[in-house]
């Protein structure tokens, strides 16, 4: 099953990925945690913070489920806290918790390119002294990640610009609704790519239960299912939602 080994994860990648997705999911998943993992000791592994570090041209935001989070002992630090409907380019505050408080786990939300991902250099020394990982978040459907060249090109620009080495790969390839097992299974193989490239192992593969049946993706014997990283869907336009 697929669990982060570190106490602070930081996603990045392109502009509709699906990283605030995941963000919730990996801090919902973190909450609901019993037992420390990590080689640091914990005092309270329930304790989450999810930082909100999205502020450039943002269209989904983590902090719009702020309070659903805040019922489930998570923490939402983020810039406007607020006024959460609105684009404020600057950087929460009190984001220094999560580096100071060793008891907590915590999520780093970040921009969504090489320049949103040009806040994280701010926090470089910090995020890399701490015991945390940087997972790149691919999904193959998307214009600059759609084959392995551009792929690792956008990792090594979006590693450039945030001072961060990327430690690990999460595929989470979809079409929204419209996603098929078979999404899953080539993004599977275009990460499998990326990291033969890189050398930076591929972690999980996010599948959002309500968009896949369950039983035609283990129909898929490519798929690595130990890999399998089961989501749900959280944020949601008004449009959206039926």
């Given amino acids: 099953m697929f669990f982060p ?6 996603l990045v990648g392109h502009y509709g990925s699906g990283k ?3 963000a919730i999911n990996l801090a919902l998943l973190f909450a609901a945690t019993k037992d420390c993992t990590f080689e640091t000791e914990m005092t309270n592994a329930s304790k989450v ?4 570090l999205d502020i450039v041209n943002p269209y989904f935001r983590s902090r719009e489920v702020a309070d659903f989070l805040l019922q489930r002992n998570i923490e939402v630090l983020c810039s406007a806290e607020d006024f959460p409907g609105v684009d404020l380019p600057y950087m929460p505050g009190n984001i220094a918790k999560i580096f100071q408080d060793e008891s907590a786990y915590a999520v780093i939300d970040a921009g969504g390119d090489p320049a949103g991902a040009r806040v994280l250099a701010r926090y ?5 002294k701490a015991k945390s990982e940087v997972y790149f978040v691919i999904n193959g459907n998307r214009p600059q990640t759609k084959n392995s060249e551009s792929t690792v090109k956008y990792m090594n620009d979006i590693q450039g610009a945030s001072g961060l080495r990327i430690t690990g790969i999460i595929n989470n390839t979809h079409l929204l609704d419209k996603t098929e097992p078979e999404d899953v299974l080539e993004g599977s193989r275009l990460v499998g790519e990326v990291s033969q490239m890189t050398g930076i192992p591929v972690i999980a593969h996010a599948v959002c239960r309500s968009l896949i049946d369950v039983s035609e993706l283990a129909e898929l014997e490519e798929l690595d299912k130990e890999k399998v990283f089961f989501i749900n869907l959280h944020l949601r336009k008004p449009w959206e939602i039926a």
């Fill in 5 to 10: 080994n570190s106490r602070i994860v930081t």
């Fill in 20 to 22: 605030s997705e995941l």
């Fill in 49 to 52: 913070r999810l930082v909100d």
């Fill in 124 to 128: 470089s020394d910090e995020i890399s």
